[in-house]
């Protein structure tokens, strides 16, 4: 059994594994939606854990899998350039994204935490500010 060091385990503690197979990171969140700790991007932080530093001349980019930019799994996260990021996003795009029940009561949880406003959450999840609003009053995604 591998041994975490006391930095590893403080930083996986902000981790919430949701079924459909992201790693949610629950610490800071920057406007932009992604995660912050200790002045770097979480999902950065992630990806050096499991699989060592990042070439300079890289960056580290979500899978087209993953629409969450607050995901820290990371076997969704590879090194590669800005080109390489942005075929992915168009790609992504252009395909409707649906959320999970999951999802939806993640939402309603970081929403309820009083942290988030709904304007970081659309940008987390990939949907519109207006649908965050129907799912945090219940208006839609009604269990």
Sequence with gaps: MVQLRP?????????TIVKEGCWLWKGLLYPTGYGGYKGVGAHRVA????YGSIPKDLQIN??????????VRPIHLYAGTKSSNLLDLMATAKRPYKLTWDEVR????????????????AVQFG???PM???????????E
């Design 7 to 15: 930095e590893e385990v403080r930083f996986w503690s902000n981790v």
């Design 127 to 129: 949907v519109s500010q």
């Design 62 to 71: 979500h899978r087209r899998i993953c629409p969450n930019k607050h995901c």
């Design 132 to 142: 965050i609003g129907h799912i945090v009053r219940s208006d839609s995604w009604r």
């Design 47 to 50: 990806y050096e854990l499991v």
């Design 106 to 121: 993640e939402i309603r949880r970081l929403y309820k935490t009083g942290k988030y406003l709904q304007k970081h959450l």
